[in-house]
């Protein structure tokens, strides 16, 4: 089931196999921090939030008027790479606004592709798989601090590479940091094995290419295993507690597991270029791997799951409405454990834009050299490949499905959404600013250029004794003088509720004002800084 994050292409994905790569300190942390949820609630709220929110209200229309580019760039890569069929779709926010499909379904019987065609989405399930673990762990019927071995007992029989390996825990599996292989394509022909044979292979032994919790390593066999854990924590059936928990809770209908259960009309079946000729694939039954790629669905229904996705963003205080938490939604989109650095990666444009790429809980994490955070994963196998890549900040994202094998949909799909990026002029979410930023912007302002006593109590202690008032006092009459006359003060720029930047306009010159506020229930200055903006 190859991982094809479209950061990663073929020579860094080639490194990040050759060498180990160190996990992040937060996974320690994490592990050790991580409480049940009932032990605790929230007893109060802060006035200082306010929801971020997108300034630009036509975000969604002009997408659409540059539908025509995204068709062109997937029609163009169907020729070139053979695909008897891609359907894929856009998605902002809660909703999908476009979705379009070019080629056949079914090769045999000349049935088009649509927004409505089932395919095998492969490795895409996997983030579904995650947040059933959340789900469980949510309802406090598990940690991920757990040993699997504690609702897996087969596990506790297997042979760890050293004497001082920790047990393998859920949280290994989730973010494929339990020393297993890299095991595609083997684990993709495990699909329709059986439960049993899915307990035979670990009665039998594991084999480790690392010590657990060393370094990332894509595991089919993994997921394989935390369905297994779903199944004998729910008590009911992997696929049926993620049809019956999620999917059909978020509206997604037409997706399944077993493609017995499917109209032929309505499935598209796989094929794979060979002998300049498309050869069908045999689909593979619903098993045990069911957990690490076995989903069936459709662009319209996997919408609905990425508009879950993309919706559980920012933070804010309004009732939850899904079937996990948000905040568990946005933990499955964080970046637990390092995969690696593209440091040569070039975009569409021929721009050098190094990028870092993470794995959460069943999605891939990577951020930009402009900052720009993309959530996605991708999915192949004998037949089919897929991929969908979300922007959190932006509240946007694109889907692609094909029904050729181990489809790259990763590069259409990035270029695609990079290129709307561009020509719609997409941007984050503005954060408001917090009472206690612009109160504290104010006071800074009236004690220019005097820096009298009566401002003291603005600072917190550490302040003064770091950097004398005396001379902080003639920094700023230098700045002053350069920019003569102030004229206007600009917006506060948040960063977040206690950290943030504004402009000082003169005459002749702008000051950048950038300060951070200590935590304190009456939060303090304990860091500012005046530069003259060039």
């Not at 993994?222 to 199944?231: E, K, M, P, T």
Request: hydrophobic share 35%; with cysteine; net charge neutral.
């Amino acid at each position: 089931m190859p991982f094809l994050l479209p950061i990663f292409y073929i020579e860094v994905q080639s490194q990040i196999m050759k060498k180990s790569v160190a996990l992040v300190a937060g996974i320690f942390l994490f592990a050790c921090a991580e409480k049940k949820t009932s032990d605790y609630s929230i007893a109060s709220l802060s006035s200082e939030y306010q929801t971020p929110f997108f300034e630009d209200s036509l975000r969604a229309e002009k997408i659409l008027k540059y539908t025509a580019v995204v068709d062109s760039i997937f029609s163009q890569s169907a020729r070139a790479n053979h695909n008897p069929a891609i359907a894929y779709g856009i998605v902002v926010d809660d909703k999908l606004i476009y979705s379009h499909a070019t080629g056949y379904a079914n090769l045999e019987k000349k049935i088009v592709a649509d927004n409505k065609s089932r395919f095998r989405i492969a490795s895409m399930t996997k983030s579904f798989t995650a947040m059933a673990i959340l789900r469980l762990r949510d309802e406090g019927k598990l940690q991920l601090s757990d040993p699997v071995a504690q609702y897996i007992p087969e596990m506790s029989s297997i042979k760890y590479p050293t004497k001082d390996s920790k047990p393998i825990t859920i949280f290994n599996l989730l973010t494929m940091s339990a020393g297993f292989p890299e095991d595609n394509p083997w684990g993709d022909r495990q699909l329709s094995d059986t439960d049993q044979e899915l307990i035979d292979l670990v009665k039998s032994g594991i084999s480790f290419s690392s010590n657990p919790g060393s370094q990332f390593e894509y595991s089919n066999l993994g997921y394989g295993l935390l369905g297994r854990i779903v199944s004998n924590v729910s008590g009911v059936h992997y696929q049926d507690y993620v049809i019956n928990n999620i999917l059909r809770p978020l509206g997604m209908n037409d997706c399944e597991f077993e493609y017995e259960k499917i109209k032929g009309e309505k499935l598209a079946m796989g094929y794979r270029w060979e002998d300049n000729q498309w050869k069908p694939e045999a689909l593979l039954k619903d098993g045990s791997y069911a957990s690490m790629g076995g989903m069936i669905c459709t662009i319209d229904d996997f919408a609905k799951y990425m508009s879950f996705l993309l919706t559980s963003w920012p933070p804010r205080n309004a009732d939850e409405t899904g079937p996990v938490k948000r905040s568990s939604v946005r933990e499955m989109q964080q970046p637990w454990v390092f995969r690696g650095l593209a440091a040569n990666y070039k975009s569409h444009s021929g721009e050098l834009c190094p990028r870092t790429g993470s794995y959460g809980f069943g999605l891939g994490w990577r951020q930009d050299c402009h900052g720009v955070v993309t959530v996605s994963h991708s999915g192949g196998l004998p037949g089919f490949g897929s991929v969908h890549l979300l922007l959190p900040d932006h509240g946007v994202g694109i889907v692609a499905f094909s029904n050729l094998t181990y489809a790259n949909m990763g590069a259409p799909a990035t270029q695609a959404l990079d290129t709307l990026m561009q020509l719609a002029a997409l941007k984050k979410r503005a954060l408001p600013v917090s009472p206690t930023l612009k109160k504290v912007q104010d006071e800074i302002v009236k004690l220019l250029p005097a820096w009298g006593d009566e401002h003291d109590s603005l600072f917190a202690e550490n302040f003064f004794p770091d950097i004398s008032k005396t001379y902080r006092k003639k920094q700023t009459d230098e700045l002053l003088s350069k920019i003569g006359k102030i004229t206007s003060v600009g917006k506060m720029q948040p960063e977040n509720l206690l950290r943030g930047s504004f402009d000082i306009v003169g005459e002749k010159g702008t000051i950048e004002v950038y300060f951070t506020l200590t935590p304190d229930a009456d939060p303090k200055v304990q860091w500012l800084t005046f530069e003259l903006k060039k």
